[in-house]
C-alpha cells in the first residue's frame, strides 16, 4: 500500500523529497501535482518509496528524531519493535517509514478523485473499482474520517516480465502478466539463485542457466523445456539471441557455441577465453569479449564462421564486463574493472571513440541496459552514507550526458529491465539486510511514480519481452463448418462451437452473406445503425495483394458491454456452403487487444 506523510509548516516539495533522497519529480508524479506545485498544511502526500533508514547520533530520541521526519513516535515505534522507555544506541540504525499506510477521506472526495489522484490506474485510466474492492467498501459513499488504503493497482501494460523467485519453493522461471496481475510458473525445480531468464527478441522463447549450470530453452508458446548443455563451473554464464530468434550464442569449453534452438544442432567457434557473446542485428557477425596478445581484456567482432576477427576496442585498463550491443548495433557497452569500482562506458563501433559515463557517486554502476531504440542506457547505481546502502535507477543517452535519477531501491544492487517500447522501467527492491528483493516495481518515464506489481516474494532476476506480446501459450481453433483454423490464448474456455471466452478478451466467428465488394461489406458492418463499432470506427484495409481482408476497431464512445470488440473479415478463397446457403466472407469478432494477434494465424481449409 501507498504511505502518506501530512505536510507541516515550513515543508516544501524539494525539503520533503530530500528527507527521503527522492527525486522531486516522482513525487510531483506521485500526486499529481500540477504547476505552481503549492502544497498546504495538513494535506496528505503520497510518498514513493525512498531511503527510509536514520543512524542514531548523540543527543537523538524517538520524539526528536519523529520531529525531524514529521512522522508520528508511534509509527517509528512500531515499525523498529521498539519497547518503553524507547532507549536509543549511538549508530542504531532506523527504520522510518516516510508517512503511515492509509489515506484520511476529506471532505467532497469521492472514490474516482482518489484513485486518479494517486495514480491507482489500470491502461492509463482511473481504477475507482479496485480502490473499492481493496477497502472492501459497500458502495462508493464515503465519509470525512475513513482510513482508506490506497494500493498499487494491474498497470495493464503489455508484454511479460520474467523472473526468478522462489515463490514456488524453490528457484525457478516465472512470468507476471500486466495486464492481470498474475503471475504463472514456467519451471519446476530446474532453476538457480543466479538464473537469469533472457527472452529471444520475437518473445517465444526464454533462455536460462539452471541448476548445476545446465543451459535451458522454455518453448512459450507449448511449455516445452530443453536442456542444451552444460556450463563449466566458474564459467561464463551469458547467453545471447539471434535476432532472428532462432539460435543461442554461449562461451564455454574454449569456444563460442551456437545452437540452433529450432533444428537442435550447434556449430562451435574455437575461441579461448571469450564471454559475453551477443549477436549483431544481420545475424552473420557476433561480439564477444577475449584477451588480447597482450592479455589483455578487449571487445572483438567475428562473423558467424569465426573467420574474420576484428578488434573493436584499445582498453589498457581491467578486464571488460557486462558487455551490450546498442539493438541497432551502432554502439556497445561494457563495465570495468571489477565489482567493488564498475563504470560503464560505451564505445561507437564506427569510429572506436569511447565515452564515459559518470555514473553514481560511489562508482558502483551495475546491470546496465540499452532502451529499445538505442538512445539510452537503464543501469543500478549503488550509494551509500551513514544509513547503509541504496540503488539508484538511472538512465543516461549513449555519449554520456544527461544522467539522471528515476527513483530508489534499498537493494545494494538491482537487475533493470525496458518495457518494449521503451516508456517504462522495471526493476526489484524490497531488500532485507542485504538479502535478496521481495518487490518487483515498474516506473513510466512519462509519469515517474514508482508502481509495486509484486511483493513479499524472494526475486533475483527480471527482464521484460521485447515485443508486446498478449498471451504465452496459444491453442489451436478449427471449426469445419466454417473452414477456418487459428491460434487463439490457451487459457480461454468454450462458451459454444463458435465462441470462446477468457478473464482478458473473446473471440466469436460466423459467415456473412453478399456478393458486394469487400470494401463495401467492411462498411456496411462497421457503420450499423446500433453503432456496435461506436459512432467513428476505423477501417483498416489489408495491403496483401493475395487477401481481401479489413479489420475494424472501434472508437473511444464504443458502449461498455460490447468488451472492446473489433472485428477481422475475408473474402472466402471460394464460397462455402452452410444449411443450403452459400457465404462469401468469414467474419471473426474479438477484443481489440487480440484481433490482430488472432486474424494473423486465420487460414482457411482446403
Known sequence: MQHFYVVRTGDTLNKIAKRWELPVKSLIAANNLTQPYRITIGQQLSIPPGVNKYRVKSGDSVYRISQMYGVPVSLIVETNRLRPPYALQIGQLLEIPPGVAYYVVQPRDTLVQIAKRFNVTTGGQSNPKYLQTTNELPSTALTPGMKLSIPFAPTADRGFLAYTSNRGGQYDIWVYNPRTGKNRQLTSGLGDA?????WSPDSGRIAFVGKDRIIYVIYTATGLIAGIDQLEEGGDFSLGWSPDSSSLAYATRGMIILYNATLH????IRQPGASEVSWFPSG??????????SGISQLFSSDTNGMTKKQITRNTNGPLHDARLSPDGSFALYTTPGASVSIIYTVE?????????????DGKNYFPEWSPDSLRIVYSATASDDRGYFTQIRTVERLGNEDRIWAISNCFSTPVTWSPDGRKIAYLSGCKEQEFANELWVLDLTHPVPIRLIEDVTITSVQWSPTPIMDLSKAEFTNETFDVNFQYPASWHRVNNERYEGDDGFFQISALLGSDSIDKVCHDEAFQKLMPYGSAPRIIKSQNPYEQSCTILPSADQPAEMKGQAAFIANYPSPIMIDGISYNYFILWADKEHIDGISSTVLFLP
Open 284 to 293: 552473420t557477425e557476433l561480439m564477444f569479449q577475449a584477451l588480447d596478445a
Open 194 to 198: 543466479r538464473s537469469q531468464p533472457i
Open 265 to 268: 544442432a550447434a556449430k562451435t
Open 349 to 361: 563501433l564506427a569510429t572506436g571513440v569511447v565515452h564515459e559515463v559518470k555514473g553514481g557517486p
